[in-house]
């Protein structure tokens, strides 16, 4: 699924606002129109294992559609086939007019829902009025594995490989090596597995159900089947293991067939994180298959891979997500997955009867290419040694063109950076190799990528060609989890303008099945603080429903049994200590998934882990601050000439936490624990006062973070909440209007300038391009958020090449901050049910704006100032309400449309709130100006 680019969607939503002015409205009539048919928070899921499923859709106002119209009723179609869709008979559920202006996690209600078949459905609703829209496009699901159990047969694999690398290596290390030599490497081949099956007669429908302990690509009569990439993604394999679901009715003929499989090490037994450990869950991958063929006589087949299969390597010598990937087309072997392939001098596979770990649907979106780009540059820098730049960091792989002699190996190293002499560089890299190899056949123009490795770079290193390469020669592949796009955001500044394509860009290159922190390196790791950091920021980016969905269960499922969450889930190679700011994110990653999307059954999911969680902080804690022993704290990680307090950050995190703890429970009706955490956070937040705030509004620490913290989680009483704001300007000030956060105050500091009204302090760090801020990293080149701020500075050149990342989303958690206040969106109710439109103009700027399809509907904001007027048109969905705030003290000094707002049609009441005029607004499109003097 390609993305639609900020530019298109920003084009839309702001013509769609600035076209349909109260005069252009039209009469009235069908003016609701229903889109964007989700079924468990996916678009066309397939192989979904539950029974009732929720059902979500999005309602717009149709064209020249008069405002102030809402949903009031709904009526669902759920049919067992296009036809019967098609003319209006839903058969499996007809949900009848249902009262109500709900859109969201609607449960399926009808008859049992079939497995393995596929579901149509369509939604209408009807207005306030009672005015009936048209049907929405048809949508459609498939359930999948209701019963586990059906999903039988063995796990196979292939050990010799394993025992051919070790040996290898083996041998490697006691050959004499020479100094400074990369260490030997236990890297075993793919491999490959198929097995025979007779189809007794035509088909009407076959479903192919597929997992893997490791990493695999399924194959069906020869042919790909699918276009995901890693499944079926990194879980504690030890406690669960996700099954994937295809369509594969196409593929699957009367008599005999094949079904394969390329079984690749993945996470499961390749190289994980840093130390250049392996095997962290064990030593050889396996994959499980059931396909279920369903004939045009009415019987049902079920085929599973057992001990008859057959299993030999290929033609991909080595593949790793950490070191590349290593190809000989010479041992290509095109019909290994077709029927009447000569397997004889293949191996029995070998044979695990099962696992231990729960085998479900995989929650989230799949991992696919979401976006080709071609080399912008391509420079020589030696002897048959080039260097192409694609003019952006991401996460991917290349496609490689070549046509070359029998053998000849071509070699593709991957950087982020360049070295000054134009070569690339790697220090940063550390144990990962991150090289891949392709070893040509000789027969004419040749096209590879790789399948089960990646790397995070902006810079490809090409060898061996033999000659020079063209922008043809290479295409990369930019890799992410298929998070749909829901936004746009606009200004005058190109220097926020890019950083707003870095904060993107960044968080497409860490979303790879799990949130990572980085995407080059020898780590790759599902960094809690990260997360929790950048989480609120993600929802603003794109759809992240389903993708944290599947990752807060890998965060429960690394829970320690005393309530601690771990540095990093899935739990390996970091601690199972998170601390403060990375453990808080089993507690912060549920409420802000709830409070953006209203969803109530995901946090009620994941309340018992909360309540633990803040249980243990509890315990552990002295008097309501941090704990008497010595415990584990990053602080306030890669922060500049700042050292803040361990104990500040622990005790304002666990004020913090508590405090959404507190809001779960309310919400999920917990009244005794909700009344119990409340005493709680006002003890936790009497201690911190007491204990670290002087009289004179000083934090304990003196730095930025530790005033941010204490601002953001509201831990003050007047006076000290005005005499810390002042502490923290005056630190910037003295600092010449610079930042001093890391990863745990540069979170906040934004919003918590914004929310002292001291955005011309934001507005100035915003649009800084002075060392620290992220216009210097800008003015550097950077196409990614960097992982520190002096990742690479003239006077020094690269920091340590131990930890330094510049693909690093934690400093993107500004996003949040320019969405709100430049874009001028933010969401008053779980699930944007209430909106405010307030965009605050500062700094340099003209113009700005915001478009974000929430679940609720496309809300738009843009503003700009123009011959001394502000003016901002806005849209708002019927399944929302918003206030729009006007820079204008006197509300009869503001129009809409030409008119006075107070009397506009769709504007329902005004006030007067810190000299701006606030208008409540339903469902429309406006026209606000006013005049407008910049300060």
């Not at 499923?53 to 759920?78: H, I, T």
Request: charged residues 25%; glycine residues 10%; negative net charge.
């Amino acid at each position: 699924m390609r993305k639609l680019t900020q530019t298109a969607l920003l084009s839309i939503a702001l013509f769609a606002a600035g076209c349909r002015t109260l005069e252009q409205r039209g009469e009235s009539g069908a003016g609701l129109s229903v889109r964007s048919l989700a079924c468990e928070h996916l678009v066309e899921p397939s192989g979904i294992d539950d029974a009732r499923p929720r059902l979500s859709w999005k309602v717009d106002l149709a064209e020249a559609a008069p405002r102030g119209l809402r949903p009031a009723a709904y009526e669902v179609l759920v049919a067992s086939s296009h036809d019967l869709l098609a003319r209006d008979q839903g058969d499996l559920w007809s949900s009848g007019k249902v009262v109500t202006a709900q859109t969201l996690d609607i449960r399926y209600a009808g008859s049992p829902l079939p497995p393995h078949r596929r579901a149509y459905w369509k939604v209408r609703v009807w207005d306030q009025h009672g005015e009936v829209s048209a049907w929405s496009p048809e949508a459609s699901f498939t359930v999948g594995l209701l019963d586990p159990a059906e999903f039988a047969g063995p796990w196979v694999g292939f050990d010799a490989p394993v025992a051919a690398a070790k040996a290898k290596l083996s041998s490697e290390k006691d050959a004499s090596r020479p100094a400074g030599a990369p260490p030997a490497l236990l890297l075993p081949p793919p491999r490959y597995v198929r097995g025979r099956f007779t189809v007794g007669g035509a088909v009407s429908r076959a479903v192919l159900y597929a997992s893997a302990l490791g990493v695999y690509e399924p194959y069906v009569n020869g042919e790909r089947v699918g276009s995901d990439w890693f499944a079926p993604g990194w879980t504690d394999y030890t406690k669960r293991v996700y099954v994937q679901s295809y369509d594969v009715t196409g593929l699957v003929r009367p008599g005999e067939n094949v079904l394969g499989a390329i079984l690749g090490d993945g996470w499961y037994s390749g190289y994980v994180g840093y130390g250049l450990h392996r095997h962290h869950y064990g030593e050889s991958p396996r994959f499980r298959a059931l396909l279920v063929v369903e004939r045009a006589d009415g019987r049902v087949e079920r085929f599973s891979s057992n001990g008859s299969w057959r299993a030999s390597t290929g033609p991909i010598l080595e593949s790793d997500f950490l070191m590349g990937e290593t190809y000989d087309a010479r041992l290509e072997q095109p019909a290994w997955a077709e029927p009447g392939f000569d397997d004889r001098g293949w191996s029995p596979v070998d044979v695990s009867a099962s696992v231990a770990a729960r085998v479900e649907a995989h929650p989230g979106p799949p991992v696919r290419v979401i976006e080709e780009l071609a080399p912008r540059s391509i420079i020589k820098v030696g002897e048959d040694l080039y260097v192409a730049d694609f003019g952006q960091n991401f996460a991917g792989v290349a496609r490689l063109r070549v046509q070359g002699k029998q053998g000849q190996e071509v070699v593709l190293r991957f950087a982020e950076r360049c070295n000054p002499d134009g070569t690339v560089y790697t220090t940063n890299l550390r144990g990962a190799r991150t090289t891949d190899r392709y070893i040509c056949r000789g027969d004419g123009v040749e096209i590879w990528q790789p399948r089960f490795t990646f790397h995070g770079f902006q810079y490809v290193e090409i060898r061996g060609l033999g000659s020079a390469p063209t922008r043809e020669t290479l295409v990369g592949l930019a890799l992410t989890s298929d998070t749909p796009a829901v936004s746009s955001f606009e200004c005058s500044d190109p220097m926020l303008m890019q950083l707003w394509s870095n904060i993107r860009w960044t968080k497409w290159a860490n979303f790879v099945d799990v949130p990572t922190d980085c995407p080059q390196r020898d780590e790759r790791l599902g960094w809690t603080g990260d997360a929790q950091a950048f989480c609120r920021t993600a929802t603003y980016l794109d759809d992240v429903q389903a993708f944290f969905a599947k990752w807060l269960v890998d965060l429960d499922d690394a829970q320690r049994a005393d309530g601690q969450f771990p540095m990093v889930a899935p739990l390996k190679v970091a601690g199972d200590d998170g601390g403060p700011a990375w453990a808080d994110a089993g507690v912060i990653c549920p409420w802000t998934i709830y409070d953006a999307y209203d969803d109530r059954a995901e946090l009620e999911r994941h309340y018992p882990a909360m309540l633990r969680f803040i249980d243990f902080c509890e315990k552990r804690s002295r008097n309501g601050v941090s704990p008497p022993e010595k415990y584990h704290c990053f602080g306030d990680w890669v922060a500049i000439g700042a050292d803040t307090p361990h104990d500040v950050i622990y005790s304002a995190y666990f004020a913090y936490s508590t405090e959404l703890t507190a809001r779960a429970a309310e919400v999920l009706g917990r009244r005794e624990d909700a009344a119990r955490l409340r005493a709680l956070h006002g003890r936790i937040r009497a201690a911190f006062q007491s204990n670290f705030v002087g009289a004179d509004g000083v934090v304990r620490g003196d730095t930025q973070c530790g005033y941010v913290l204490a601002l953001a989680f509201d831990l003050l009483d007047e006076p000290l909440r005005t005499k810390a704001a002042e502490r923290l300007i005056a630190d910037i000030e003295k600092r010449g209007g610079r930042l001093s956060t890391g990863f745990v105050g540069t979170k906040d500091l934004m919003l918590v300038l914004d929310k002292i009204g001291r955005n011309d302090v934001a507005y100035r760090l915003a649009q800084s391009t002075e060392f620290p801020s992220w216009g210097f990293s800008i003015r550097h080149g950077a196409t990614s958020i960097w992982e520190r701020w002096d990742g690479w500075t003239p006077e020094r050149g690269f920091q340590d090449p131990g930890m330094n990342s510049f693909a690093h989303y934690a400093f993107g958690a500004v996003g949040q901050w320019m969405v709100e206040v430049i874009g001028g969106l933010r969401s008053l109710a779980p699930g944007f049910a209430r909106v405010q439109i307030r965009p605050i103009p500062g700094g340099t700027l003209r113009h700005g704006g915001a478009a974000l399809d929430t679940p609720r509907g496309l809300v738009t904001s843009s503003w700009e100032l123009r011959d001394g007027k502000f003016i901002l048109k806005a849209t708002v969905p019927p399944s929302m309400t918003a206030e729009v705030w006007i820079p204008e003290a006197s509300a009869a000094r503001v129009l809409e449309s030409g008119k006075a707002a107070a009397q506009s049609p769709g504007v329902r009441s005004a006030r007067n709130v810190a000299g701006a005029s606030v208008f409540e607004v339903e469902s429309g499109s406006y026209f606000f100006e006013c005049s407008y003097r910049k300060d």
